[in-house]
């Protein structure tokens, strides 16, 4: 019984809009530094927090929360395509844990899931199928939205699930910090862009999903010529949301309004709640220690990217002592 944590801002824009060459360099950098942690760790089992962008999860049932059975990635962007290798015994046996505990989840043994879980899955991994691995949905788009509270309910009631077993556990999230790329809103929307979000955008047709993707492009494009072109990033509200994770003060974003961080950081920046959702479940295992600190506010990415892994204090000590 054993765990370790990273999570990592995703971006669908790497290789489409990319910074500086430098800035690349140091990316992948720390990239290949979490993946080397994680080779050593060498887990048995991932459990993946992630969002959605209306790729897998639509207005005609939206759950705040998902817990797949079996999933396959959609691979837009270029990102890797196919089923993921979600042991379904234990993922039920997890949804089970979950309910249990008074946390609602919805299950699903057809998930569809975008770059936010595929990309992690590639660059930690080397692949979907890298490693069995849960994939938990958390709403981070749709309102109405889940508010760090519950995030944190879910990943505490995972990690106390995961503790039981004996098995080396890999907590993932995917996404954040600051940003604000164009994502529909279904109160601003037409009648025929409604339908997609209501379900219809399920099985995008190849037209439509490449515009879709080309739009994303040229927002990233005029952000980096006009960083008030979409919501600002916010390095400041960055750093101190890091830090509150380093600090193990998980509660204290509970107080942290919807709204109040659309405002602050853009609305796209719910994608934290994956953050607060894996350290609390590594929290389940007791105090941490973090390492591997990385961030940089990167405009063509239309993101306050950022990394950060952890692992309990226990397992710093046990690892001292051999």
């Known amino acids: 019984m054993s765990a370790y944590l990273h999570c990592?801002?995703?971006?669908?824009?790497?290789?489409?809009?990319?910074?500086?060459?430098?800035?690349?360099v140091e990316v992948d950098g720390m990239v290949a530094d979490a993946r080397e942690r994680i080779a050593r760790f060498d887990p048995e089992l991932v459990i993946l927090f992630g969002p959605d962008h209306y790729n897998g999860f639509f207005y005609d049932v939206m759950p705040a929360f998902c817990i797949g059975m079996a999933a396959d990635a959609i691979g837009d962007f270029d990102t890797a395509a196919g089923p993921l290798d979600v042991p379904k015994a234990?993922?039920?046996?997890?949804?089970?844990?979950?309910?249990?505990?008074?946390?609602?989840?919805?299950?699903?043994?057809?998930?569809?899931?975008?770059?936010?879980?595929?990309?992690?899955?590639?660059?930690?991994?080397?692949?979907?199928?890298?490693?069995?691995?849960?994939?938990?949905?958390?709403?981070?788009?749709?309102?109405?939205?889940?508010?760090?509270?519950?995030?944190?309910?879910?990943?505490?009631a995972i990690g106390r699930w995961a503790r039981s077993l004996d098995k080396r556990v890999l907590f993932l999230a995917s996404g954040g910090l600051s940003h604000q790329p164009p994502v529909p809103e279904l109160a601003k929307i037409d009648a025929r862009m409604a339908d997609r979000l209501m379900g219809s955008g399920r099985q995008l047709p190849a037209d439509e999903r490449q515009a879709r993707q080309d739009r994303?492009?040229?927002?990233?494009?005029?952000?980096?010529?006009?960083?008030?072109s979409l919501h600002p990033l916010n390095p400041t509200w960055d750093r101190h949301f890091i830090e509150t994770l380093e600090q193990q003060r998980l509660p204290d974003l509970d107080a942290l309004g919807n709204d109040e961080l659309s405002t602050l950081a853009g609305k796209s920046t719910?994608?934290?709640?994956?953050?607060?959702?894996?350290?609390?479940?590594?929290?389940?295992?007791?105090?941490?220690?973090?390492?591997?600190?990385?961030?940089?506010?990167?405009?063509?990415?239309?993101?306050?990217?950022a990394a950060l892994s952890a692992r309990p204090i226990l397992t710093c000590v046990s690892e001292e002592l051999s």
Not at 8 to 24: C, I, K, N, Q, R
Not at 123 to 130: A, D, F, M, S
């Open 8 to 24: 990592m801002s995703h971006t669908p824009l790497v290789g489409f809009v990319d910074p500086a060459p430098e800035v690349l």
């Open 90 to 156: 234990l993922a039920e046996a997890c949804a089970q844990s979950v309910l249990d505990a008074g946390v609602d989840t919805a299950v699903s043994y057809r998930m569809q899931v975008d770059h936010a879980f595929a990309q992690p899955l590639q660059l930690l991994l080397g692949g979907l199928r890298g490693c069995p691995v849960i994939p938990v949905f958390i709403n981070c788009v749709a309102v109405p939205l889940p508010g760090f509270n519950r995030a944190r309910l879910l990943g505490e």
């Open 216 to 228: 994303v492009i040229q927002a990233a494009r005029d952000f980096v010529e006009d960083q008030h």
């Open 270 to 305: 719910h994608e934290v709640k994956t953050w607060a959702a894996a350290f609390a479940a590594l929290s389940a295992f007791g105090p941490y220690h973090s390492e591997g600190r990385y961030y940089r506010p990167i405009p063509e990415w239309i993101a306050g990217f």
